[in-house]
């Protein structure tokens, strides 16, 4: 079955330390999307990507960095950086941005 | 004002009643609209896409409004799984990179 996933599911980090959160696609689609969730709050853009190696800062770029070296991989970087990671990690992906976006079913992150 | 708004609600309606929702554009360009439902503590899952000329889906409507620049989405007959936070979506204007624009949400809650 065609989709996104999202690894891990829980993930727990310790303060100062970096951490990656994985995104695979198998629908083929060209534009990739990270966005943060927090509780009672709407998504909000880190970045996207329209096209394999190449990609924009959303919203909230601000301690995230990314990577799409791969059609299939949008890899999300939390960084060190960012004060306040703990929140609802959403990747999500389009045949094109006009078109419908499909989500992964999320990572939760956590400060130790 | 804001590029997509929504009543945050929570609208609590009983069973059976039907409800509508509106959301806001302020993009008179904007290209495509789409509705999706988020279930608490899960990914946004697409309901319905919003055609020009209006679409229904079961008991689902949604209709645009390019002159006032909103789109509607129409419950009919409510269900108690119809509970949920639907999002409303807006995707960017043909032409350049610019990215989709997801609405807060309006919550729904569906009483016995």
């Known amino acids: 079955d065609g989709g996104i996933t999202q690894s891990p599911k829980y993930l727990f980090r310790k303060e100062g330390q970096n951490v990656t959160l994985s995104c695979e696609q198998n629908l083929n689609h060209d534009a990739m999307y990270w966005y943060r969730q927090d509780p009672g709050q709407g998504l909000r853009l880190i970045y996207y990507?329209?096209?394999?190696?190449?990609?924009q800062k959303g919203d909230i770029a601000e301690g995230y960095s990314v990577s799409r070296e791969k059609k299939e991989s949008f890899p999300l970087t939390v960084t060190s950086a960012q004060k306040n990671p703990t929140a609802f990690y959403l990747c999500?992906?389009?045949?094109?941005?006009?078109?419908?976006?499909?989500f992964g079913d999320g990572t939760r992150l956590s400060i130790l | 004002r804001k590029e997509v708004e929504q009543d945050p609600g929570p609208f609590n309606v009983p069973e059976g009643a039907t409800v509508a929702f509106n959301c806001t554009y302020s993009?008179?360009?904007?290209?495509?609209f789409f509705w999706y439902r988020q279930d608490c503590r899960k990914e946004p899952k697409l309901l319905m896409s919003?055609?020009?000329s209006g679409n229904e889906d079961g008991r689902f409507t949604a209709q645009l409004n390019r002159a006032s620049q909103y789109i509607s989405l129409l419950i009919r007959d409510s269900k108690l799984s119809d509970s949920a936070t639907y999002l409303c979506?807006?995707?960017?204007?043909?032409?350049?990179?610019?990215?989709?624009?997801f609405g807060t949400g309006t919550k729904l809650q569906v009483i016995p």
């Open positions: 979506v807006v995707n960017p204007t043909s032409g350049g990179y610019q990215k989709v624009t």
């Open positions: 999500a992906s389009s045949i094109d941005p006009y078109q419908p976006q499909h």
């Open positions: 990507s329209q096209i394999v190696n190449d990609f």
């Open positions: 993009n008179s360009a904007s290209q495509s």
């Open positions: 919003v055609y020009s």
